[in-house]
Structures are given as C-alpha cells and as structure tokens.
C-alpha cells in the first residue's frame, strides 16, 4: 500500500502571500489531521477531516483552514502568511473507525515565509 | 491539557536495550498511551500503545506501571537507526484525529 504523500516537499512564500498544501492519504483511510512542526512550539495539531467534515480543531487562528474531499485527499491552506507560519507541515490519515489513534504520517512540506 | 514527563536526552550503545521511561496521568477508562517516534527529517512513526497490560509488538515492547502513571518503552536490541526522538502521547492525550505531542527524549544509538 502507497504510504501519505504531501505535496509540494518543499515551497517559499513571502509575507502576505497565501499557499494551498495537498495531501493524499492512504488507500482506504477516511481520516487526515494536519500538524505545525517548528522549534518552538514542536508538533501541534492542526485539526482532523473525516468524510469531508472538521470533526476536530487545534488552537490556531482562522487563517489555517482546511477541506476534505469525496476521495478523502484533503488541503490546507494559510491565508496571509506572516514569518512565524514557517514550519513542517505534516499530515496523517488513518482509517477513522474506532478509537485507535494509529496515525500514518506523510513526509511532510517545508514551508518557508520570506 | 494532558501533559508527560519524559527525559530531554539518553544514550544507547548499539545492539543493547534502550530503555525509555515516561510519567503521565493515571491511565482510565478507555485512554492509551501512544508511542511514536521521529527520525531526523521525517514524520513521526507509530511504534505501540496500551492500556493496562504490556505490550508487544515488532518494534518495541511497552511496560505499563500497576499504577498506570508511568510507562517504560522498550526497544531490545537498538540499532542506529533507531536514533530519533522518542514521543510518548499521555492519556487523555488522544481525541478525533488529534496527538497531543510533547518535546520527547532524545534517543542517540552509539556505534
């Protein structure tokens, strides 16, 4: 089985600017939650699609949003980028059923606010 | 906010057990603790989890206190690549979707 992509790997934006990352989970999978990685503040969770509703939400401000899609593929985007929004932005999926916590992570997108 | 305690850093030689300790709150109901790690420019990886009984799994072994307030992450024989930071996701620490990630231990394999 093909294991999480992320895509773009890697991506500079400058201040202001908006950027749309994409992430394709497992075959099967139903559920993805995004995660901000950065020095400071380590890994925090994003918030979780499943069958295409946010079913749940980190403490980030409404500039990060996100949306699922029917074949379960789902996008973040940040809107006006500011300096501190440079990090990794990793994605999981898992099946979504139950309450195992298993995740499978992506390897994740480098982005970078010039 | 459920919150761990782990070690910042430890050292392990090649071949032997690594050992990673984690106090928590007292595991209830239905909550696991979860175990993940991430190597160096990668995501993070499952490893294990367990309520109440060790566990075993190809990776690592899992030992939960009787009290369930700390749990012991074992991985027998640690290779280099095994060097990673080492997660341990608290009870309650879990929801839809959401790990709750602190800063983790360190775990550098010595040659």
């Known amino acids: 089985k093909a294991g999480v992509t992320q895509t773009p790997r890697y991506l500079i934006k400058t201040r202001g600017q908006q950027v749309t990352l994409s992430c394709s989970p497992i075959?099967?999978?139903?559920?993805v939650s995004w995660y901000q990685q950065t020095p400071g503040q380590g890994l925090q969770f994003l918030f979780e699609y499943f069958s295409e509703t946010q079913r749940n939400k980190g403490n980030f401000p409404g500039r990060f949003s996100g949306r699922q899609f029917s074949n379960s593929r789902s996008e973040m985007n940040v809107s006006t980028l500011e300096l501190g929004d440079s990090a990794l932005y990793l994605c999981?999926?898992?099946?979504?059923?139950?309450?195992?916590?298993?995740?499978?992570f992506g390897p994740g997108t480098r982005l970078t606010v010039l | 906010d459920a919150k761990t305690t782990q070690p910042p850093s430890m050292d392990c030689a090649e071949g032997r057990a690594a050992n990673l300790p984690c106090n928590h709150s007292t595991i209830s109901g239905n909550e696991y603790v979860y175990w993940y790690r991430q190597i160096h420019s990668q995501g993070p990886q499952y490893i294990i989890h367990?309520?109440?009984n060790n566990e075993t799994n190809e990776m690592a072994s899992l030992i939960i206190t009787e009290d369930r307030k700390s749990s012991t992450l074992i991985l027998p024989h640690a290779t280099l690549r095994d060097t990673a930071v080492y997660y341990c996701?608290?009870?309650?620490?879990?929801?839809?979707?959401?790990?709750?990630f602190g800063q983790g231990t360190i775990l550098t394999v010595h040659p």
């Open positions: 999981a999926s898992r099946s979504g059923t139950g309450v195992g916590n298993e995740q499978f």
């Open positions: 996701i608290p009870p309650g620490g879990t929801s839809y979707g959401k790990l709750t």
């Open positions: 075959s099967g999978h139903r559920s």
């Open positions: 367990g309520l109440k």
